[in-house]
């Protein structure tokens, strides 16, 4: 038993305990390079698992595994790819299609300098999603100024993910009789 031996040592030597790991702490981390599961990428990029369904029909380039029982496996680069589309999608306020264009036009990459969206492009996005009811008004997110930091810190992101979440569900509220 050396974990006796250990505590009374520190006990004779008026030194504190060192710190015992709890079952947090205890469970491995995956290295840089291990494939995800959905829930893993959900909880890191703060995206619902039918949203990473969804742009997997939308963006052919991200592939998952599937393994059996459809159980899917997202590499690095997928991880990556889906990190960038969020970024384009949520904050700098591209539509799908937007970002399926840049995806084509940088033959299935997403380039680091990708310009701001156009209005043109901004207002197709606010459409793209779900409106809010004109009651809620006050709930809708106020857009960005012209002049805005193009890299957001992680707070403002979730503050948009959490707004159109909002939004999807008001509107699904709306539609309940």
Known sequence: MTVGVESRL????????????????????KAAGAFRTISEVADELHIPQHVLRFWETKFPQVKPLKRGGGRRYYR?????LLRRVSDLLYIQGYTIKGVQRLLREGGGHL????????????????????????????????????????????????????????????????LLP
């Open 10 to 29: 520190h006990d004779s030597l008026d030194m504190p305990e060192p710190p015992r790991p709890d079952s947090a702490t205890m469970r491995l981390r």
């Open 76 to 80: 690095p680069d997928d991880i990556a």
């Open 111 to 174: 380039a680091d300098d990708i310009p701001p969206p156009t209005d043109a492009e901004r207002a197709a996005a606010e459409a793209e999603r779900s409106p809010v009811p004109p009651q809620l008004s006050f709930l809708a997110p106020e857009p960005m100024p012209a002049g805005a930091p193009r890299r957001p810190n992680e707070a403002e992101r979730l503050r948009a993910v959490l707004a159109q979440t909002l939004a999807e569900l008001e509107a699904i509220r709306a």
